[in-house]
């Protein structure tokens, strides 16, 4: 089972930017398609994107393209979540995911996780 760690989180003013990380270990990086989610209070955790093992394919949610880019390092055993131009609805906390599975956008389809990082966008 693979163990994974986000970092980075942090508060920030609106149309700022972070980059989080999420560092695996304990396993064959490879071997996994990772994903980014995110939960607001009172909300449901839902999906904002995800790479294949090879990095060579990534999937954004709607709310999220053109903003958010998702990335992989696997000399690093690291996936990375870029974000530009932040919103205040994007307040939330960030988890990291991986599956031996296919590309997947529900938290069904991944079954390791990180703990989370928050991410506090203010207007």
């Known amino acids: 089972q693979v163990q994974l760690v986000e970092s980075g989180g942090g508060l920030v003013q609106a149309w700022g930017s972070l980059r989080l990380s999420c560092a695996a270990s304990?396993?064959?990086?490879?071997?996994?398609?990772m994903g980014w989610f995110r939960q607001a209070p009172g909300k449901e955790r839902e999906f904002v994107a995800a790479i294949t093992r090879s990095g060579s394919n990534t999937y954004s949610a709607d709310s999220v393209k053109g903003r958010f880019t998702i990335s992989r390092d696997n000399t690093k055993n690291t996936v990375y979540l870029q974000m530009n131009s932040l919103k205040p609805e994007d307040t939330a906390v960030y988890y990291c995911?991986?599956?031996?599975?296919?590309?997947?956008?529900?938290?069904?389809?991944?079954?390791?996780w990180g703990q989370g990082t928050q991410v506090t966008v203010s207007s």
């Open positions: 995911a991986a599956t031996r599975g296919g590309l997947g956008t529900t938290p069904q389809a991944y079954n390791n």
């Open positions: 304990g396993g064959t990086f490879t071997g996994y398609a």
